[in-house]
Each structure stands twice: as C-alpha cells, then as structure tokens.
C-alpha cells in the first residue's frame, strides 16, 4: 500500500523547481510532469488534489516555457541584427571619419585634422593643445558656435607663431553657453582600417591600431 503524500509539501516542490533560474524550461516541464504523476497516484484520497492548484501549476509551467521561448527568439533577432550591422559597417572601410579622442599627430610641420563636436548652441568655444608634459602650446579660440560637428583649425604652430616639433600632442576642447558647459566632445580623423565587434557592439579599427564604436562616428569622408 502507498503511503499518502502531502500536497502541501508536494505544492512546495513544484514551486521551488519553477524558481530555479538554471533549470531549462524543458527540464522544469520534465520535473513538473514527474512529480504531478507521483502526487496523483500517492494522493490521500481523504485530502485530494485541488483543482485550482493543479491550474495554477499548470500555468506556471507554460509562463516558464512561454519566456524561454522569447528568450530564444529575442537572442536570434539581436544576433541578426548585430550581423546586419557589421556588414553595413563594412562600407566603411577605406573611409575618413570622425570618432572620439584626444590625441592629434604633427608631422613635417602639418598637424592632422580634428574637430569639436557641440551638442548645442555654445556662446564661447576654446581649444586648448598640450604638448607631452601636458604644457599648452596653442590656444585657440572659436568664440561661438552652433550645435554640431566643426572642424578645428591647427596649423601646427604655437601661440608665438613658430613651428611645434614633430610628434603627438593632446588637445582639450571647452564650451560654453551663458557660463554654463555644454559638453562638447573632441574628435580625431583616422582611416577605417577593418570592422570587428564585442560586447559594446560593432567597432570601426583605424589605422593608427585604436578603435571606435560605430555609433560613435561624428563624421565620415
């Protein structure tokens, strides 16, 4: 004779698989299934299966298994998605663009481009160029400036009008408007090179070995 199960601490296990985040909702279901059938057959006919529990499990088990299953369809479309991108992406190869940074190259004498991307109207606009002891070579005043991405103009020279010595140098661009800082943002040119991704998304590598988001691209040429 089979001894009589409680439904309460059978209820219980029931519960407690569902909440295990590791099970797959295929093993949930395989679990579920084996210990309803056990609870069926070793239920105390005195104290039977209610049948609003029995509904209540059974609908537990098709949520689990409803948002594995979008789950699975959300990952798919986000892989598509991300290797649409990358093969759009891949246009750009070859291109100039704009992407973040602060570092700028002078070369006989010729300093490479950048430029200040200003998410809104700015009233004041000051680059400063630093040399590798972090001493500002060059000031360059913009004054004001609308919103959008503007070219910097350096020609290479410091603020006494002679020729800075080839190398790399760092520039930091301010703004400002009615006293208060609008964020601008400081941009390199570099020559896309290759595309390739990781957890941050799809990335554009330039020549000069850095990389950028594409998202992060200003401007392209």
């Not at 190259?105 to 400063?128: E, H, K, L, M, Y």
């Not at 103009?153 to 930091?172: I, L, R, S």
């Not at 570099?190 to 691209?217: F, P």
């Amino acid at each position: 004779m089979s001894l009589p199960v409680n439904n309460d601490s059978s209820n219980s296990s029931i519960n407690d698989t569902l909440k295990k985040n590791s099970a797959s909702a295929k093993d949930i279901q395989s679990d579920f299934l084996k210990m309803l059938v056990t609870q069926m057959n070793n239920q105390d006919p005195l104290n039977p299966m209610d049948n609003s529990q029995l509904t209540s499990q059974l609908a537990q088990i098709s949520t689990v298994n409803g948002l594995e299953n979008v789950n699975e369809t959300l990952n798919a479309l986000l892989a598509q998605t991300a290797a649409t991108r990358a093969m759009d992406s891949a246009s750009l190869i070859g291109r100039s663009v704009m992407v973040p940074g602060s570092k700028v190259a002078v070369a006989d004498g010729v300093a490479a481009r950048i430029a200040v991307d200003i998410p809104s109207t700015a009233d004041a606009v000051q680059v400063q160029v630093l040399d590798k002891n972090g001493s500002v070579v060059r000031t360059i005043d913009m004054k004001g400036q609308t919103a959008g991405v503007h070219d910097i103009e350096w020609d290479g020279k410091n603020d006494q009008g002679g020729t800075v010595p080839d190398g790399e140098y760092a520039f930091k661009v301010t703004g400002t408007a009615d006293g208060k800082d609008v964020g601008p943002v400081a941009l390199v040119s570099g020559k896309v090179r290759g595309i390739s991704g990781d957890s941050t998304g799809v990335l554009v590598n330039l020549e000069d070995g850095t990389s950028a988001n594409v998202d992060d691209v200003r401007r392209i040429s």
